[in-house]
């Protein structure tokens, strides 16, 4: 049996960065990386596998760094820990043994067992696994009707992508008011839903699938709630994901009420000498400090980089206040994010807050050629100013505009201090010097502070 210092299951980007980072720091222990298949995906791209990429192998992604680096890599899935022995077993049949152990095992669609016909030929979802990606690639190719049901991220731009496709009819079908419901603000959220309907989906709010409609035993079509019936070809649900914790389970790892693995803030399980990271593990909210369930690669990479540097002893202090959770998509030429606290959550944990929004265009002066519009909006603490949350839509440098906002809420920095902050423009890449779109948003929530505290 081969002993190895670490052994990490899983390569997705939680494990990969794990493995690469740890590597870097610690060139001269033995590392393993297992995983299930020979090949695997970027997560957040595979919607766009099925127009703008046009191909599944363009979305590709593997632990080439980490073998770079002189890390071992396996494809056999794991069927066992033994954490008493500190072993496990491979489905070929293969031993290896441990000192640490990774668990970065990601999460799975969650399947729609509650719907009948779920189980019916041509019902698809949406794994992060290459393989099943590239059978559904394959299969919508001669698809003409089809139905997305879930409005998240996921849903939203595959059915967008589809819709592009001259020859297919996309229906979308999300039972919230809005799309994008759980990551933005009513505002938001409406923004994005009408941006949806002036694509070629024909989107549906507000309903449920009732059932999968099908003729032997093959797809035919969804009933939704208020009866109406939509013909369908194929059905493809993306309606959430869960950790993918079944070896957690086996081992005896304590798990959350959301089913994810327990850590610390080093990725520490109960377990000594067994971690977890990605979305596998849990997530705590940066202000509630209660379990979420926030799973993007960007806060699993952020994760798993601490781990691996604080694998063999902390040399990186933890400067997660909890899990921010920082989206942002584009829909039909408008880009869209968010960061933090919004009207919607901030309610549900009985926050305070004053929110600024200013708008105006992303370059100057706005008669450039492609000079598009740009709005920002944050939401403030009244009593210190701090920052909780913000969103940012128009232009692609929303994308960026959103990370400094997901910044300055990780340091608890003010409007106060944004009032302050130094920045670069040029007239081809930012909004004006004399209107800095994030200063005088700040500028806007300072007055209304004072107004409250008048």
């Known amino acids: 049996m081969k002993k190895y210092d670490v052994i990490i299951v899983g390569a997705g980007p939680a494990g990969i960065i794990t493995g690469v980072t ?25 919607p766009y596998i099925f127009y703008n990429l046009n191909s599944v192998d363009k979305n590709a992604m593997g632990p080439k760094p980490f073998i770079d680096l002189g ?8 069927i066992d820990v033994n954490i008493k022995d500190k072993t496990i077993k491979v489905k070929s049949g293969d031993d290896f043994s441990f000192e640490k152990l990774v668990l970065a095992t990601g999460s799975k669609p969650t399947i729609a067992s509650f719907i009948p016909g779920f189980d019916l030929k041509n019902v698809f979802y949406i794994p992060k696994s290459y393989n099943y990606i590239d059978n559904l690639f394959n299969e919508l190719k001669d698809k003409k009707n089809i139905v997305v049901v879930g409005g998240g991220f996921i849903g939203a731009e595959m059915a967008e992508q589809l819709a592009m496709h001259s020859d297919k009819r996309i ?50 079509g969804v009933q939704l709630k208020n009866k109406n019936n939509i013909k369908a070809d194929a059905v493809i649900f993306a309606i959430g994901y869960k950790p993918n914790t079944e070896l957690a389970e086996k081992a005896g790892l304590t798990k959350n009420k959301v089913g994810a693995i327990i850590v610390d803030n080093y990725g520490r399980t109960s377990e000594n000498e067994i971690f977890a990271v990605g979305d596998c593990s849990q ?22 980089r601490l781990l691996g540097y604080n694998l063999f002893g902390v040399k990186i202090k933890n400067s997660f206040s909890g899990t921010i959770g920082i989206f942002s998509t ?33 370059k100057h002066p706005g008669t450039l050629k492609g000079t598009l519009s740009l709005t920002t909006k944050l939401y403030v603490s009244p009593s210190d100013g701090s920052i909780l949350g913000g969103e940012t839509w128009g232009g692609k440098s929303s994308g960026e505009i959103i990370n400094i906002i997901g910044f300055a809420i990780q340091r608890g920095l003010t409007v106060y201090e944004l009032i302050s902050f ?4 040029h007239p ?21 502070i004072k107004t409250l505290n008048k």
């Not at 590597?23 to 791209?45: A, F, H, N, T, W």
């Not at 829909?331 to 869209?336: D, P, Q």
């Open 22 to 46: 740890a590597k870097k720091q610690y060139p001269d222990k033995s590392i393993l990386m297992v995983r299930e298949e020979e090949k695997g995906l970027v997560p957040c791209g595979i």
């Open 71 to 78: 890390g071992d890599v396996i494809t056999d899935p794991v």
């Open 283 to 304: 997530t705590l909210g940066f202000l509630t400090g209660r379990c979420d369930s926030i799973m993007l690669a960007s806060t699993a990479t952020a994760k798993a």
């Open 330 to 362: 584009k829909i039909n030429g408008l880009t869209m994010a968010a960061a933090g606290l919004n009207e919607k959550n901030a309610s549900l944990a009985n926050i305070d807050f004053v929110s600024a929004e200013f708008g105006d265009v992303d």
């Open 422 to 425: 130094q920045i670069g423009t």
């Open 428 to 448: 081809l890449l930012t909004s004006a010097p004399t209107k800095p779109m994030l200063i005088k948003t700040a500028e806007i929530a300072i007055s209304k």
């Open 171 to 220: 229906s979308l079908i999300e039972s919230e008011k809005f799309c994008f419901s759980k990551a933005f603000s009513n505002e938001l959220s409406e923004i994005a839903t009408e941006k949806l309907k002036k694509t070629n989906i024909d989107v549906h709010t507000s309903t449920l699938v009732e059932k999968v409609l099908g003729k032997n035993g093959v797809v035919a």
